[in-house]
């Protein structure tokens, strides 16, 4: 079992810059995919980047990349996403999930998640 907690979300303006956090408990994550996810009002939870724990591997959704990074903390056992150059189409609850296994853009195939945080960027 893998509990996640984000943390980080908040209100920002356009141009500004967030970092997320997500602090992973309950067994080792080597062999994990992480995923941070974003859920628009109304749309539909996608991607947004994701990392193998062991390393070696990312990806980004092609509407950040450049601006995100995701990063992990192994001591820490948490995963980040630096945020820059947010803008108002950024906006939504942001989810880190975990998965067994490679990197998925499907989160149906992420068996762990958090509870969201909330990313609010105004014009």
């Known amino acids: 079992q893998v509990h996640l907690v984000e943390s980080g979300g908040g209100l920002v303006q356009a141009g500004g810059s967030l970092r997320l956090s997500c602090a992973a408990s309950?067994?080792?994550?080597?062999?994990?995919?992480m995923g941070w996810f974003r859920q628009a009002p109304g749309k539909e939870r996608d991607v947004v980047a994701a990392?193998?724990?062991?390393?070696?591997?990312?990806y980004y959704a092609d509407s950040v990349k450049g601006r995100f990074t995701i990063s992990r903390d192994n001591a820490k056992n948490t995963v980040y996403l630096q945020m820059n150059s947010l803008k108002p189409e950024d906006t939504g609850v942001y989810y880190c999930?975990?998965?067994?296994?490679?990197?998925?853009?499907?989160?149906?195939?992420?068996?762990?998640w958090g509870q969201g945080t909330q990313v609010t960027v105004s014009s």
């Open positions: 999930a975990a998965r067994m296994g490679y990197i998925n853009y499907d989160p149906s195939e992420y068996g762990y």
């Open positions: 990392l193998l724990w062991s390393g070696g591997s990312t």
């Open positions: 309950g067994r080792t994550l080597s062999r994990h995919a």
